[in-house]
């Protein structure tokens, strides 16, 4: 079974970076989706940046493309979110989800594995 643990939320100012690690382990399959998603209070879960795992495509949500990062480090199976140019409305938990093979969606419904995820805050 596939687990994730994500790491590195924070409280920051407007215009600050972070980034954001996500361990993956337990998988059995060589070739995956890796995706960021976010949920502020109040709101649905939405889709912000995924990645495939073997040729390392990756795609975003308009809201974050221009200023946020995804990638990954096969050594480590970790993949990780670069966030520059942080705004409050990018207040927000977290959350780093897996499928296996390339689904190319941002659906959340399309990702079945889920980390348990990380606040961000960002203040004004």
């Known amino acids: 079974q596939v687990q994730l643990v994500e790491s590195g939320g924070g409280l920051v100012q407007a215009g600050d970076s972070l980034r954001l690690s996500c361990a993956v382990s337990?998988?059995?399959?060589?070739?995956?989706?890796m995706g960021w998603f976010r949920q502020a209070p109040g709101k649905e879960r939405e889709f912000v940046a995924a990645?495939?795992?073997?040729?390392?495509?990756?795609y975003y949500a308009d809201s974050v493309k221009g200023r946020f990062t995804i990638s990954r480090d096969s050594a480590q199976n970790t993949v990780f979110l670069q966030m520059n140019s942080l705004k409050p409305e990018d207040t927000a938990v977290y959350y780093c989800a897996t499928n296996r093979g390339w689904i190319n969606s941002r659906s959340v419904a399309d990702f079945g594995s889920w980390g348990q995820g990380t606040q961000v805050v960002v203040s004004s």
């Open positions: 337990g998988r059995t399959f060589s070739d995956y989706t």
């Open positions: 990645i495939r795992w073997t040729a390392g495509s990756r």
